[in-house]
């Protein structure tokens, strides 16, 4: 069964830092979704993604955040400088017309 | 108002009990709904989904119910195992087109005893 894929499973990172969460689609998906779980909180949307660009964000998605799809695979979701509220498992998903989403695994970020 | 924090509604069974887990969703615009399995350390994962036409739909062992005057859902889980231990999250969307965004509600661990 086509998976999502997400790597690393788990990223420790200094307060300030960068990171970059990254992320293999189903191969024939057309739309593309980063979300994150806060420790024992509801899965948050943060950003959608579409034919090469933003299709939604939501507030979390703030001027830290970006997403870029550089190669015919991958899916990555960019944090410049990272905060300790930053902490969470990010999931990526991934989908098709007229059915649903597929999730990864998550990686859990920590910052420190 | 909304808790936050790492205390989440449980519902403890016994295996072999039926399960019924409930969702309160805020949207009445909202024309798509889903249920999902979280197991620990993994994604959420599909269990099953409902149309906004609909007001009940079946899967295997799944049941899903549809109120859509009191914006409630509930998935039900026939003759429980301990594999069905997990938090169970719904989720609504305006669409199932496959493109639109999730909303997801607060969860429910589900612990099933042998």
């Known amino acids: 069964e086509p998976e999502v894929t997400q790597t690393p499973s788990h990223q420790v990172t200094q307060m300030g830092q960068e990171v970059i969460l990254r992320c293999v689609p189903i191969s024939n998906h057309l739309y593309f979704y980063w979300y994150r779980q806060i420790l024992g909180q509801k899965v948050e949307f943060l950003v959608s993604?579409?034919?090469?660009?933003?299709?939604?964000k939501s507030e979390i998605f703030d001027d830290q955040f970006s997403v870029e799809r550089p190669d015919g695979s991958n899916f990555t979701l960019k944090i410049r400088s990272t905060k300790l509220e930053d902490s969470a498992m990010y999931f990526c998903?991934?989908?098709?017309?007229?059915?649903?989403?597929?999730f990864g695994s998550g990686t859990r970020l920590t910052v420190v | 108002g909304e808790s936050v924090g790492l205390h989440l509604p449980t519902l403890s069974v016994q295996e072999g009990d039926n399960s019924i887990i409930n969702c309160a969703y805020s949207?009445?615009?909202?024309?798509?709904f889903i249920w999902y399995k979280q197991e620990s350390g993994k994604g959420p994962q599909f269990i099953i989904d409902i149309r906004s036409n609909m007001d009940k739909r079946q899967g295997q062992r799944v049941t899903v119910l549809l109120n859509k005057t009191v914006k409630h859902l509930s998935l039900q889980i026939a003759a429980t195992q301990p594999g069905d231990s997990a938090v169970y999250f719904c989720?609504?969307?305006?669409?199932?087109?496959?493109?639109?965004?999730?909303?997801f509600g607060k969860g429910t661990m589900l612990l099933v005893s042998p």
């Open positions: 998903a991934s989908s098709e017309p007229n059915y649903g989403y597929t």
């Open positions: 949207n009445s615009a909202s024309d798509y």
């Open positions: 993604f579409y034919n090469n660009e933003i299709s939604e």
């Open positions: 989720a609504e969307s305006w669409s199932d087109s496959g493109y639109s965004t999730l909303t």
